[in-house]
C-alpha cells in the first residue's frame, strides 16, 4: 500500500465515490488501464509560455541546501541561515525546552524536555570547552558522554516534531550546560522523489509498486523544443528530468473528460510577452527585428503540425477529429526587465487570449493564467505589478467579455521557500516539483470550471507564515552575541567536521605541518583559509594571518628597473620569462651581490605605475593583502622591476605559519608573474599573472619546512622581480600598469591542528 499524507486522509474517502464526467474530487483517482471514448473527438489543450512552462521542478536527485542544520537550546543563538566562507551554508533554529513541570523556559536545565520543529535523526552535542565534559540521557537513553581528556561520544537519536523527550544531563561542574543537536541526515527537498514517494502526497503520480503512474488516457506532445514534436502518454518522466504544470493539468483533465486528451506545450525559456510572444494584436514595435513575435509565431506553427499529424501523435486515434477545448498560459518573469513590459502587460496578455482565439477559430476557448508567483506573500513590486495584470484577465468586472470563460490563478501561495526546495532559483520556484503540481493542478481545476464541470479544490496544509528578512543591519554588539551564542555549533561542530572531513583533512595537516605541496600554487588560501573563517564566524580572530617583523613599508629597498632584450609584443599576457640582465647584474639574488656598485638605486614601497606615471591602479580596491588603491611611493619605470633588501628578524615561533605576500596585484588581469629569493634560494615563482576568476586573493610564498632555516632569525636577504603589463586579455593594449610591494607575515595555528602537525 503507497504511503499517504494525513492532510489528504479525508479526501481519500471522497475518492472511493464514483465520479461522474463532470466531477473532480478533491483528491485524484489513481489512473485505470480503460481505454477512452475513441468515439468522440480528441480533447486539445495549449500550454504556452516561458521557462517556468518548459518546466524547472526537479523529478529527482535534489540535495540539501545547507551543508548542516543545527539546533540550539540556547535562545540567544540566531534562528535561520548563515554562510561560512568558503565552508559551507548552515541553518540554525531554536529547540523549545521545557523544565521538568512541562512549563517552557530559556535557561539551562539539569533536567526537562525538548523538542525539535522537524523529523530527522540528530547527534545532541551538550555543553562548550570546560562545561562539555558531562553526560546526557534522553528518554533514559545515554545520547553524549565526554570524560575527562577524552573526546565526545554521541549517538544517533530519531525525533519527532511534536514530542517532547525528557533528558538529564549529569557529572558538569557549574551551571548547568546549554545543549545542541546537529540534523545529520540532510535528505534533499523538494523534488517530486520526495514530494510524492517519501512525503506520500499527490498518491495518484504513484503507484502500489512505488513507480510512476502513466495516463493512458493522456498523451503529452512537446512541440515547441523536441525537432518534430516529442510526446508520451503522461506520465512524471515525460518531461525529460524535470516537470512543468502539465503534470497536475493532465491528471485533472484526464479525470474530467471521458475522451482522449492532447497537451500540446510549446513553451520557450527567457521570453517576455511583450516581446517574443507579442501577438499580432499588439502591432510591432520593431518591424525589422525577426526576433520581435517570432515566439507567438513558433507557437502556432507547433500547434498546428502537432494537429496535421494528430493521427501520428495520438496512440489509438481512429480519426475521430479533435476539439480545441482551452488554452493555458504561465509566464511573466521576462516582462519585469522594462517598465515598458510591465505597464502594457495586462494589453498584451488581452490581444494574446483574443489572437489565439481568432488563428484557431474558437470565439469564446477558455483560457486560464497562472500567475507569476516569485516570493509568494514577499513578492518582489515589480512582480507584483505583473501578477495584478494577469489577475485583472480574470476578473469579469476589469473585463467583462470574459466572464465564464477565462480564469486567474494566483499561485503565490503554491511558492516554497529554499529551505523546502531542490535548489535556490527564486525565478523557476526553486525548483520546487510541488510547487509546478500545485500550479497545474489548480490550472486544470480552474479549467474544468470554465467547462461546466465541478473540481473540489485540493486540500492544503497551512502555510507557515514568513517572517520578512530583517532589514537593518545589526549592531556590532548584535554581531557579537550572535558570534558567542553560535561559538559552540561552530567551533565543535562545523570547524571539527570541516577537520575531519577526508576532502580536507590531509591538506590541512600538510600545511599545517609546513610541507610543501607537490603542487606550487602562486595563490596563499589552502585549506587552513576555511578553518580560519569558521574561528572568524565565531568571532575569534586569534588565528588571522598578522604582521611580522620590521615594518617592510619603512624599509629602504635597493632597486632597478630595466627594459630586456628578449621583446615580447604587448598585446601578450603572462609576460614574466628568462630574461638577461644588465652587465653585472646577473647574480643580484645572492646576499653578497653589492647593489651599490651595480648603480641601483634605493626607495620605498610601494613600487608602481599606470601609463609611466605614479597612480593607484584602483580607486576601490580595500584588500590588505593587495593595496594597490594606494598610491606607489617609488616609481617602476621599465617593464622588468628587481627589489631587495636585507632585513632583521625576530625568532620564528612553534605552532605558527610565516608567509610573504606579492601585494599590488591580487585582481584579475591585473598583475603578472613573480618570483622570490631568500638568501639566493629561490622561495616561489609564478609564470603566469593573475588570470580571469583567480583573482581576489592573496599571492606570495609560504615558507615551508625546506626553506625555513633562512628565517630562523637574524638577518635574511629578500630578493624579488616582476614585470610590468600591457594588455588586457578581452581589451586589447593597455597603458602599461604595475604595483608591487612585499610583506612578511604570521598565523598561530588553532588548537585542532596545533596539537596534531
Not at 548542516?68 to 535562545?75: A, E, K, T
Request: with cysteine.
Amino acid at each position: 500500500m503507497k504511503p499517504t499524507s494525513v492532510l489528504m486522509a479525508f479526501a481519500l474517502l471522497l475518492s472511493a465515490l464514483p465520479v461522474s464526467a463532470a466531477e473532480v474530487p478533491a483528491l485524484l483517482p489513481d489512473p485505470d488501464d480503460k481505454p477512452s471514448d475513441a468515439t468522440k473527438p480528441v480533447k486539445v489543450y495549449i500550454l504556452a509560455g516561458q521557462s517556468n512552462m518548459v518546466g524547472m521542478g526537479s523529478l529527482g536527485g535534489a540535495k540539501n541546501v545547507y551543508t548542516g542544520v543545527y539546533l540550539s537550546s540556547d535562545p540567544a543563538v540566531p534562528t535561520g541561515p548563515f554562510q561560512i566562507y568558503r565552508v559551507g551554508n548552515y541553518k540554525a533554529s531554536t529547540l523549545s525546552v521545557y523544565q521538568p513541570d512541562g512549563q517552557p523556559t530559556d535557561k539551562p536545565v539539569a533536567a526537562g524536555q525538548l523538542e525539535v520543529p522537524q523529523h530527522g535523526v540528530y547527534q545532541l552535542h551538550c555543553g562548550f570547552a570546560e562545561s562539555s565534559y558531562n553526560v546526557m540521557q534522553l528518554d533514559g537513553v545515554e545520547v553524549y558522554r565526554r570524560e575527562a581528556s577524552g573526546e565526545p561520544v554521541k549517538q544517533d537519536v530519531t525525533l519527532e516534531p511534536g514530542k517532547r523527550y525528557s533528558f538529564k544531563i549529569s557529572g558538569f561542574k557549574g551551571d548547568p550546560p546549554s545543549f545542541w543537536a546537529e540534523k545529520t541526515d540532510l535528505l534533499g527537498n523538494g523534488d517530486l522523489e520526495a514530494v510524492a514517494k517519501r512525503e506520500g502526497k499527490f498518491p495518484w503520480l504513484v503507484d502500489d509498486d512505488g513507480n510512476w503512474t502513466v495516463r493512458n488516457d493522456v498523451y503529452f506532445q512537446e512541440a515547441r523544443l523536441a525537432k518534430d514534436g516529442k510526446g508520451s502518454p503522461l506520465t512524471a518522466t515525460s518531461n525529460g528530468k524535470t516537470i512543468g504544470p502539465e503534470l497536475g493539468f493532465g491528471h485533472v483533465l484526464g479525470t474530467f473528460h471521458d475522451e482522449q486528451v492532447l497537451l500540446i506545450k510549446t513553451a520557450q525559456g527567457n521570453r517576455s510577452l511583450g516581446f517574443d510572444f507579442r501577438p499580432p494584436s499588439s502591432g510591432r514595435t520593431d518591424p525589422d527585428n525577426k526576433f520581435e513575435s517570432l515566439e507567438y509565431t513558433l507557437m502556432i506553427e507547433g500547434v498546428h503540425k502537432t494537429l496535421d499529424n494528430i493521427d501520428k501523435v495520438v496512440p489509438g486515434y481512429q480519426g475521430q477529429g479533435y476539439e480545441i477545448v482551452g488554452f493555458v498560459w504561465f509566464q511573466g518573469h521576462k516582462d519585469s526587465f522594462t517598465e515598458e513590459s510591465i505597464a502594457n502587460y495586462e494589453e498584451n496578455l488581452v490581444n494574446l487570449i483574443n489572437d489565439v482565439r481568432k488563428e484557431f477559430k474558437t470565439p469564446k476557448l477558455p483560457a486560464v493564467v497562472a500567475t507569476v508567483g516569485f516570493g509568494g506573500g514577499n513578492m518582489q513590486d515589480k512582480f507584483l505589478r505583473i501578477l495584478r495584470a494577469q489577475m485583472a484577465v480574470g476578473d469579469a468586472k476589469r473585463h467583462p467579455e470574459y466572464a465564464g470563460n477565462v480564469a486567474s490563478v494566483d499561485t503565490r501561495n503554491f511558492w516554497r521557500e529554499v529551505d523546502e526546495s531542490p535548489k535556490s532559483e527564486d525565478y523557476h520556484y526553486n525548483r520546487n516539483a510541488e510547487s509546478y503540481v500545485l500550479i497545474g493542478d489548480a490550472l486544470g481545476r480552474a479549467m474544468v470550471g470554465l467547462l461546466g464541470g465541478k473540481a473540489e479544490p485540493l486540500p492544503q496544509a497551512p502555510r507557515p507564515k514568513r517572517v520578512a528578512s530583517q532589514t537593518a543591519e545589526p549592531s556590532d554588539a548584535e554581531k557579537a552575541a550572535a558570534q558567542k551564542a553560535l561559538r559552540p555549533i561552530i567551533l565543535d561542530g562545523i570547524a571539527a567536521s570541516y577537520v575531519a572531513n577526508p576532502r580536507y583533512n590531509k591538506s590541512l595537516l600538510e600545511e599545517a605541518a609546513g610541507e610543501r605541496p607537490q603542487r606550487a600554487n602562486q595563490f596563499l588560501r589552502g585549506s587552513m583559509y576555511g578553518l580560519e573563517n569558521c574561528y572568524r564566524a565565531a568571532g575569534i580572530d586569534d588565528y588571522d594571518w598578522r604582521p611580522f617583523g620590521p615594518d617592510l613599508n619603512k624599509t629602504q629597498w635597493d632597486y632597478v628597473s630595466f627594459d630586456p632584450p628578449e621583446t615580447l609584443p604587448m598585446e601578450k599576457g603572462n609576460r614574466y620569462r628568462k630574461v638577461t640582465y644588465p652587465a653585472g647584474m646577473e647574480n643580484w639574488i645572492a646576499s653578497e651581490f653589492d647593489t651599490s656598485k651595480a648603480g641601483w638605486k634605493q626607495g620605498l614601497q610601494p613600487f608602481g605605475q599606470l601609463d609611466g606615471k605614479l597612480a593607484p591602479l584602483s580607486e576601490t580596491c580595500t584588500a590588505l593583502f593587495c593595496r594597490c588603491s594606494e598610491m606607489p611611493k617609488t616609481l617602476w619605470e621599465k617593464e622588468v622591476l628587481l627589489v631587495r633588501g636585507t632585513i632583521n628578524l625576530p625568532p620564528l615561533k612553534e605552532s605558527h605559519r610565516y608567509r610573504i605576500v606579492v601585494g599590488g596585484a591580487a585582481h584579475v588581469n591585473s598583475g603578472e608573474g613573480y618570483a622570490l629569493y631568500a638568501n639566493g634560494k629561490l622561495l616561489a615563482q609564478s609564470t603566469t599573472g593573475v588570470a580571469v576568476r583567480q583573482g581576489g586573493q592573496p599571492r606570495g610564498a609560504l615558507i615551508y619546512n625546506d626553506v625555513r632555516d633562512e628565517f630562523r632569525g637574524g638577518k635574511v636577504t629578500i630578493a624579488a622581480t616582476s614585470f610590468v603589463r600591457y594588455n588586457h586579455p578581452r581589451r586589447g593594449i593597455q597603458p602599461p600598469r604595475g604595483h608591487f610591494w612585499l610583506g612578511i607575515e604570521e598565523q598561530k595555528l588553532p588548537p585542532a591542528l596545533a596539537n596534531r602537525k
